[in-house]
């Protein structure tokens, strides 16, 4: 079947993302063209990206930009702590030309590595959830929550406060990622230990209440929650809304003390083979017709001040945050990874991954 037809087709019908979603619901009609393209050495690709995402998430995008300009695209995607140490190697520029939906905190820590592109509409972008000299560009945005199951937790128990999480009455029955696992839930880690005096303590405490629910995914996390062997789970925003639409015995809050908002973003890499084709990439996630796709079926919020958030969720200025320099976030992640290493030994030799 011609694709790149069948898209034209929908667009011109008004039926745009309708045409993403059956693209994303029957991938036997790509056949042969996944966002991994193995037909061809990564030296002849036009674009070469490196991705922290989940392929529910990349592939979408990367198929559509290779649609729409023709572009042969090879994806690695792999783990933070891959990333850190190909470009601790020295040749990153000559593996790859962009990373795309990697943290704000790992695109600051590693500035020096990408090449600013001021002007990307940059009207249109909130300029919180750029670099501040253009090194890097926002992408997504997804706050942590509180997931909780409403059979168990009743509306005078709502775990209204990361505090919620030292309770007694939830000891043993709450759930967490292993931080050292996860950046997402790392940076949860972060946020729920800024809103408590006693950081070390906080964390201490914290162990006692999830001992024997330390888990090495977000899906078992909310496995955990939805059948009762957890009460209460960190989660983050977009899965918590998705899970919520599917399970009525589901529900979730905002910690009132408020969250570390981190988004998620790409830069084009310094000296890299493909410039003009990163930039024209990098620009394309940043489309209103890409950020609509990201608001409207994977419940995400967008960096474009022009896109309303997802159905059903407020505006973020309505949302308990607290602003944090970017470039803080990676030492903040390690004292509070050192201390939940402390509390929870043995998870050290697991960090770095996803």
């Known amino acids: 079947m011609n694709i790149r037809y069948l898209v034209s087709v929908f667009r011109r019908s008004g039926l745009f993302p309708a045409a993403w979603l059956l693209l994303l619901a029957c991938p036997g009609i790509l056949c042969g063209c996944g966002a991994r393209d193995q037909a061809f050495p990564v030296q002849e690709c036009d674009l070469r990206v490196y991705t922290c995402q989940e392929e529910s998430v990349y592939a979408p995008v990367v198929k559509e930009f290779r649609e729409r300009t ?54 249109s972008l909130a300029e919180e959830f750029c670099g501040p000299d253009g090194s890097w560009t926002g ?34 029955r709450i759930a967490f990622v292993n931080p050292a696992v996860s950046h997402s839930y790392a940076t949860a880690l972060v946020s729920a230990m800024g809103a408590w005096d006693r950081q070390e303590d906080f964390v201490r405490r914290l162990a006692a209440s999830v001992d024997g629910l330390v888990f090495d995914s977000p899906q078992e996390v909310y496995e955990a929650v939805a059948d009762g062997r957890a009460s209460i789970g960190v989660a983050l925003e977009e899965d918590a809304r998705r ?34 084709a990163a930039r024209e990439f990098l620009e394309f996630t940043v489309s209103k017709d890409t950020q609509r796709i990201l608001v409207s079926h994977l419940g995400r919020r967008s960096v474009r001040t022009d896109m309303p958030a997802p159905a059903g ?24 990874l050192a201390l939940w290493e402390e509390y929870i030994p043995g998870t050290e030799a697991d960090r770095g991954r996803k």
């Not at 695209?73 to 190697?89: C, F, K, R, T």
């Open 70 to 123: 023709g572009k042969h695209v090879a994806v690695h995607a792999g783990s933070y702590q891959d990333l850190e140490q190909a470009l601790s190697g020295g040749s990153f520029a000559r593996d790859w030309d962009l990373v795309f939906g990697v943290d704000a905190g790992t695109l600051e820590h590693y500035r020096d590595f990408w090449q600013p592109c001021p002007g990307l509409d940059g009207a």
């Open 139 to 172: 992408f997504s945005v997804l706050p942590p929550v509180l997931l909780y199951n409403t059979k168990v937790v009743t509306y005078r128990e709502l775990p209204e406060h990361w505090s919620s999480l030292l309770e007694p009455r939830w000891a043993g």
């Open 243 to 276: 899970l919520c639409l599917q399970n009525m015995d589901l529900d979730y809050i905002y910690p009132s003390e408020g969250s570390c908002l981190v988004p998620e973003g790409s830069a084009l890499v310094r000296g890299c083979a493909h410039p003009d």
């Open 313 to 336: 969720l407020g505006s973020l200025q309505t949302l308990p945050l607290y602003p944090l320099d970017y470039a803080e976030i990676p030492v903040l992640r390690e004292q509070a």
